[in-house]
Each structure stands twice: as C-alpha cells, then as structure tokens.
C-alpha cells in the first residue's frame, strides 16, 4: 500500500508569513464583514460602528495579507528569512489579541489591542528591514519604511478615535490606504509581468520599472501633499499614479492572459487599484463623491481582488501544484468580483 503522507507540522506552518497571516488575514476577512453585516450590535468595543470596520479591513485585513507577502517574498529577495519559527508565531499572536481586543469593551482591552497592533507593525517592518538592508537590496530599501508609515498610520487612525475627530481620523485612514496602494502596486509591478511571461508562451511584457519609479514618487508625493491639506496638489499627483497603473496594465497585453483565470485575477485588480487612485483623485480636487468611494473602489474592488488572486497563486506555487485555477477557484474569483460591485453599486445615489 501507499506510504502516510506526513502529518502537518507546526514547524512547517510557521517557516514562512504568508502561512499563518494568509490565513488569518482572509479568514477575518469573511469574519470581520459578516459581523459588520449581520450583527452589527456585537461591535461594542471603544472601535464601534463604521470606525471599526473601516479599521479592520484596511489593517486586519488586507495589511495582513501584506505584511505575510513581504515576510515571504523578503525571503526570496534577500536570501535570508525575516522572520519565521516562534518569532512568526509570536508575531501571529499579536495579531489575534489586536483582533480580540478591538471586540471588548473597556479601556483596557483597546489599549491592549492597541499595543498589540503597533507591535505587530514595528516589528514587522524591522525584520524586513532587517533582511533587505542586511543584504544590500537597494530595489527594496523603500518597503520597510512603507510598513512603518503604515503603521504609524494605524497607531494615528487609532489615537484619533479617542479624541473623536472625524476629520483627523479620515486623513489618517486616507494616509494608510494611500500608503497601502503603493505597497500594493510595487509589489504587483514586478510580479504580473513575470508570472504572465512564465504561465503565457512566447509573451513578451515589459517590466515598467523606470515608470514603476515615477509612480512611487507620484503616490508619495501624493500621500505628503495630503498631510499638508494641498487638496489640489495631492489630486494631480494622485491622478499621475492611477494614469500611470492603468498604461501599465493595457501595456501587460491583457487580452493574451484572458484564459488564464490565475493571471487575469491579478490585472483586474491591478487595473481597479489605477481606478480608484483616479476617483480618489477627484475626491480631493472637489468632486461630489461621498468619501466611501474611494476607499471601496481601492480597497474592494482593486485590494480584495488582488488579493485572493495572490493568495491562489501563492498557495500553489509554495505547495508544488500546478499553477492552474479550477472552477471553483473561477467561481470564488467571480463571487469576489461581484461582491465589488454590487458594494459600488450601493455607494450610488437612490433617489429616495
């Protein structure tokens, strides 16, 4: 008879990010929403209502799945592993009682959660930081720095909701999307045109790396000019870096991965991500949008849709099976593609 596979080891879950943070990322995800859906009234902790969950998709969720890509890819980039064994799973436990805590009500489950959170990111962005200035991977020297701004971003959103400060709690919420989005380009620049060129024979794509560069410096500049209240200022570079995402997509040759549901996942939500730099863009400039525009256009429509094609993606490639989606996995992807718009399409105007 056939020898037992062996059976899962706590050593082998913990040897890399993307292990625990993709699962309890995604796993929040579906948590996080169907409790802001369904049981709204079990929010009662010092984050309640649409704070938390503004909150909780942004850093525990989708900031999640990042902090587990770059733990993982760091590796690769630099050789040497940011951080994995009971570091990882320390790490990973920050992240639980930052979620717990958030849902208790008290002064002293927030701060807890609170310490938590700013732990989770700092020490984060250190052992990123750690790998790649280690190793002298100066195309990567930008990343730890984007996860400190992220976190401190967060550590902001969070101190903000104490003083009840809508509009300081909306700037810093604006800055760790803004902050999220660069991440989350940088990183999907370099690794569509090579998963497309490996999974698509004979395509030639280019890389975009001069205007990867000026894309960066746009969404920075954006990101600063909106700290200064330079609506006007932050709008056009804004608009620069969505022109930017969208002529590096059609210039990906999209048509050509249009079979490949594990390639075309990603271009969707590479594209929407331009798109929504573009609404947000027109937000700033003084466009009569409500301010869940951008954020849903950003964050469902181009993050979440990124992400599960990631996710897939990843899980394969570090599992050894074929880079092929089934038709369930199709089937997820559709579902997450309507869930975008169908939440667009409740942003519109009734009339009633």
Same mark, same amino acid.
């Given at each position: 008879?056939?020898?037992?596979?062996?059976?899962?080891?706590?050593?082998?879950?913990?040897?890399?990010?993307?292990?625990?943070?993709?699962?309890?990322?995604?796993?929040?995800?579906?948590?996080?929403?169907?409790?802001?859906?369904?049981?709204?009234?079990?929010?009662?902790?010092?984050?309640?209502? +649409?704070?938390?969950?503004?909150?909780?998709?942004?850093?525990?969720?989708?900031?999640?799945?990042?902090?587990?890509?770059?733990?993982?890819?760091?590796?690769?980039?630099?050789?040497?592993?940011?951080?994995?064994?009971?570091?990882?799973?320390?790490?990973?436990?920050?992240?639980?009682?930052?979620?717990?805590?958030?849902?208790?009500?008290?002064?002293?489950?927030?701060?807890?959660?609170?310490?938590?959170?700013?732990?989770?990111?700092?020490?984060?962005?250190?052992?990123?930081?750690?790998?790649?200035?280690?190793?002298?991977?100066?195309?990567?020297?930008?990343?730890?720095?984007?996860?400190?701004?992220?976190?401190?971003?967060?550590?902001?959103?969070?101190?903000?909701?104490?003083?009840?400060?809508?509009?300081q709690l909306m700037q810093h919420f604006n800055t760790g999307l803004l902050c999220m989005a660069m991440i989350a380009l940088l990183v999907a620049r370099r690794v569509i045109p090579f998963f497309a060129m490996r999974a698509v024979p004979g395509l030639t794509v280019p890389m975009h790396?001069?205007?990867?560069?000026?894309?960066?410096?746009?969404?920075?500049?954006?990101?600063?000019?909106?700290?200064?209240?330079?609506?006007?200022?932050?709008?056009?570079?804004?608009?620069?870096?969505?022109?930017?995402?969208?002529?590096?997509?059609?210039?990906?040759?999209?048509?050509?991965?249009?079979? +490949?549901?594990?390639?075309?996942?990603?271009?969707?939500?590479?594209?929407?991500?331009?798109?929504?730099?573009?609404?947000?863009?027109?937000?700033?400039?003084?466009?009569?949008?409500?301010?869940?525009?951008?954020?849903?256009?950003?964050?469902?429509?181009?993050?979440?849709?990124?992400?599960?094609?990631?996710?897939?993606?990843?899980?394969?490639?570090?599992?050894?099976?074929?880079?092929?989606?089934?038709?369930?996995? +199709?089937?997820?992807?559709?579902?997450?593609?309507?869930?975008?718009?169908?939440?667009?399409?409740?942003?519109?105007?009734?009339?009633?």
């Amino acid at each position: 008879g056939r020898a037992k596979p062996p059976p899962p080891q706590w050593a082998a879950f913990l040897e890399l990010g993307f292990r625990p943070l993709y699962l309890a990322g995604c796993f929040w995800a579906a948590v996080s929403v169907a409790l802001w859906v369904f049981a709204p009234e079990l929010l009662r902790g010092k984050l309640a209502g +649409v704070i938390w969950h503004a909150h909780e998709m942004l850093w525990g969720f989708i900031a999640t799945i990042a902090v587990g890509f770059l733990l993982t890819a760091g590796s690769n980039w630099t050789g040497t592993n940011p951080l994995k064994g009971r570091a990882l799973g320390a790490l990973s436990l920050l992240w639980v009682l930052a979620r717990v805590g958030y849902l208790v009500p008290g002064n002293i489950a927030f701060a807890l959660a609170f310490a938590c959170e700013v732990v989770f990111f700092a020490v984060s962005a250190l052992a990123l930081g750690r790998a790649i200035y280690g190793a002298r991977s100066q195309r990567n020297y930008g990343l730890p720095l984007l996860v400190f701004a992220l976190g401190g971003a967060d550590a902001l959103f969070l101190l903000a909701t104490r003083q009840s400060d809508h509009g300081q709690l909306m700037q810093h919420f604006n800055t760790g999307l803004l902050c999220m989005a660069m991440i989350a380009l940088l990183v999907a620049r370099r690794v569509i045109p090579f998963f497309a060129m490996r999974a698509v024979p004979g395509l030639t794509v280019p890389m975009h790396t001069r205007s990867g560069h000026w894309q960066l410096a746009a969404g920075g500049l954006a990101i600063c000019c909106g700290l200064m209240g330079w609506a006007e200022a932050s709008a056009l570079f804004l608009s620069v870096a969505g022109v930017v995402a969208l002529v590096q997509v059609l210039a990906w040759k999209p048509a050509a991965v249009r079979r +490949v549901p594990l390639l075309w996942i990603l271009y969707v939500g590479y594209a929407a991500i331009g798109v929504g730099l573009l609404v947000a863009a027109a937000h700033a400039a003084g466009a009569v949008l409500r301010a869940a525009w951008p954020a849903h256009v950003i964050g469902v429509a181009g993050f979440s849709v990124l992400i599960i094609g990631m996710v897939t993606r990843t899980a394969f490639g570090h599992l050894g099976r074929p880079l092929r989606a089934d038709r369930l996995i +199709v089937c997820c992807y559709g579902l997450v593609i309507a869930a975008a718009a169908l939440r667009l399409l409740a942003l519109l105007p009734t009339g009633l």
